[in-house]
Nanobody
């Protein structure tokens, strides 16, 4: 299984980049996808997730600014980030709980991370 993220980079305060992450491999079912982030010197934290049924969950500090969405057919999750602030600077990791054809249940998988740097 591979989770390939893209869309990070250097962004100005107030910017609105979009992250994408596509899952590939011998996937039977995707239960949820989403994003975590880890800022320097801090623990990894959940940013936003979305289930196969479309239920979403957000970090309080990004509610109203970030929107997570998915394209089931493309096995892709998106994170639209608006009104970015310097405190949003972090490595953003794509995440998915999914089940492979050879597995009896779902497991967590992670992408390689994409750095988002917000300049003040």
């Amino acid at each position: 299984v591979q989770l390939q993220a893209s869309g990070g980079g250097l962004v100005q305060t107030g910017g609105s980049p979009r992250l994408s992450c596509a899952a590939s491999g011998n996937i039977l079912s995707i239960y949820s996808m989403g994003w975590y982030r880890q800022a320097p010197g801090k623990q990894r934290e959940l940013v936003a997730t979305i289930t196969g049924g479309g239920n979403t969950n957000y970090l309080d500090s990004v509610k109203g600014r970030f929107t997570v969405s998915r394209d089931g057919a493309k096995k892709t999750v998106y994170l639209q980030m608006n009104s970015l602030a310097p405190e949003d600077t972090a490595v953003y990791y794509c995440y998915s709980r999914l089940q492979l054809w050879r597995e009896l249940s779902g497991h967590d998988y992670w992408g390689q991370g994409t750095l988002v740097t917000v300049s003040s």
